[in-house]
C-alpha cells in the first residue's frame, strides 16, 4: 500500500519559517513529478510548487521567492522550506506524488492526508 506522510508543521508567527517533509513508503516502483499544495477552508486546493526527476520545479507565481521545493531521488521524499510566512499561508498542506506502484502498468496521483499550517501572532 503506496502512502504518504507529511511531518514539520505547527503554528509559527508571521515573518517565521517552517521546513515540511514527505516521505513515501510502500510498493513504489517509481516516482514521477512530487509537489505541495494546500487548502484554506472553503476554498479550493491549489498549487504551490512541484518538483520533477530531473530537479524542475513549477510554483505558484507569488509564492516562488519565499518558498523552496527539494526532493531527494534516492530517499523518495520531497521537502518545502518556507520563509517569510504570512498569515495568508495558513493552511492544510498536502504533499502529492505521481506514482508506478509494482506490478501496476499505469501512473497514479498519490496524496498525504495533509498537514496544519497555522500562522499567526
Known amino acids: 500500500q503506496v502512502q504518504l506522510v507529511e511531518s514539520g508543521g505547527g503554528l509559527v508567527q508571521p515573518g517565521g519559517s517552517l521546513r515540511l517533509s514527505c516521505a513515501t513508503s510502500?510498493?513504489?516502483?517509481?516516482?514521477?513529478?512530487m509537489g505541495w499544495y494546500r487548502q484554506s477552508p472553503g476554498k479550493e486546493r491549489g498549487l504551490v510548487a512541484t518538483?520533477?526527476?530531473?530537479?524542475?520545479?513549477n510554483f505558484e507565481e507569488s509564492l516562488k521567492d519565499r518558498f523552496t521545493i527539494s526532493r531527494d531521488n534516492n530517499k523518495n521524499t520531497v521537502s518545502l522550506q518556507m520563509d517569510s510566512l504570512e498569515t495568508e499561508d495558513t493552511a492544510v498542506y498536502y504533499c502529492?506524488?505521481?506514482?508506478?506502484?509494482?506490478?501496476?502498468?499505469?501512473?497514479?496521483?498519490?496524496w498525504g492526508q495533509g498537514i496544519q499550517v497555522t500562522v499567526s501572532s
Open positions: 502529492y506524488a505521481n506514482i508506478l506502484p509494482l506490478g501496476r502498468v499505469y501512473y497514479y496521483d498519490y
Open positions: 510502500g510498493g513504489v516502483f517509481r516516482i514521477n513529478d
Open positions: 518538483i520533477s526527476t530531473d530537479g524542475i520545479t
